[in-house]
């Protein structure tokens, strides 16, 4: 290590530990024992959480197959998306569960879920799938009913006499 004269060198040294440091952020690969990733993803009230293994391509949501599970094709392609970015359509097997919210809300956590658990089994798909925005969890929920109105804004209708 390089001896230090001055505190202008100490803090150039310090700064560009900091900035190596900030450059190069470490992402670890987060596999159980069982060589599964697990991820929760969210979005409105819904919770999905997905363990993602290596496979066929299945998919399965509450014991159901995912088209099933999912009826529209939208939220089919919807909880696509990440894998098909990825470009590893067929290499995996997601089992998933989904609570809370509606149908939208949940292929919407499906997809967050998704993409978490793929950047847990492989880091590098970060850099493909931060762009496309699918691993910021959405967090906009239905706003509650206050009171002296008749729903979260809206007021009673007004009267002058």
Known sequence: MAEI???EELGAAVGAAKAEAVATPVHERKVDQYGRAYATGKRKDAVARV???RGTGKITVDGKDF???FARPV????ILQPILAADRDGQFDII????GG???GQAGALRHGISKAL???EPELRAVLK???FLTRDSRVVERKKYGKRKARRSFQFSKR
């Open 5 to 7: 004269q001055s505190f």
């Open 51 to 53: 363990w993602l293994t």
């Open 67 to 69: 088209s099933a599970y």
């Open 75 to 78: 939220l089919q392609m919807l």
């Open 96 to 99: 998933a569960t989904c609570e």
């Open 102 to 104: 509606g149908l939208s």
């Open 119 to 121: 950047t847990y089994f």
């Open 131 to 133: 762009p496309y925005g």
